[in-house]
């Protein structure tokens, strides 16, 4: 079966654009997770879906910072316009979402951004 | 705030020998706690978890141990291999919400 899959897993961009990135959860898993992994802070999320409806957004940096859902097989977090701290690789993760807390949680390979 | 704190950014072990990767927390109302194993370039990958009603859980070289009255918790790798050199993330989580807690990371080594 196929895991959670991102794309891309790289970009490069200069300060000001746009950048959108993409992640396609494992099927039949209702609940889907936005992280940042940095080094100072470790991995953090920024923001999490169940049955394609944001439940907490509290840890989105800012408003440049925006994630959809628009059906249970994809999901994207843009970033507008991105600046040179928002480099970081950014990890998708997706679990069944029964209401279990302890339902385990899978994440995708990331996308490592770079903004010069 | 970090709720969930790795204080050991790295931990270099000889082959066989005994790993412990520690993990404090703050929030009394964490009642899940789970460790992770990051290889580069990929992501994290689920290893172990305990509920808050167990002080320990075994999983063949993986155990987890959990007290709760200090709020802190290990993991022991026992025998270590080169192959278990990565990333550990500790993780925590309390009822009602799906919200995963992460610290931020212990690297280790296992050298031959």
């Known amino acids: 079966d196929a895991g959670v899959i991102q794309s891309p897993r790289h970009e490069v961009t200069e300060m000001g654009q746009e950048v959108t990135l993409r992640c396609k959860p494992i099927s039949g898993h209702n609940s889907l997770f936005w992280y940042r992994q940095t080094m100072m802070r470790g991995l953090e999320l920024l923001i999490y879906?169940?049955?394609?409806?944001?439940?907490?957004d509290s840890g989105m940096p800012e408003d440049r910072f925006s994630a959809k859902m628009p059906n249970a097989s994809f999901s994207t977090l843009k970033i507008q316009p991105s600046e040179p701290r928002d480099s970081a690789v950014y990890f998708c993760a997706s679990s069944l979402g029964t209401g279990d807390h302890t339902d385990t949680q899978y994440f995708g390979p990331g996308t490592r951004l770079t903004v010069l | 705030d970090q709720q969930v704190k790795q204080n050991s950014p790295s931990l270099s072990v000889q082959e066989g020998r005994i790993s412990i990767l520690n993990c404090d927390y703050t929030n009394s109302m964490f009642d899940y706690f789970l460790w992770y194993k990051k290889y580069p370039a990929e992501g994290p990958t689920f290893l172990i978890s305990?509920?808050?009603?167990?002080d320990k859980n075994e999983d063949g070289r993986f155990t987890v141990f959990l007290n709760k009255s200090a709020k802190h918790l290990s993991l022991h790798i026992v025998p270590s291999q080169p192959g278990d050199s990565a990333v550990y993330f500790c993780a925590a989580s309390r009822f009602n919400t799906d919200k995963l807690i992460f610290g931020t990371g212990t690297r280790l080594q296992v050298f031959p």
């Open positions: 879906f169940n049955n394609n409806v944001p439940i907490d």
């Open positions: 305990i509920s808050s009603i167990k």
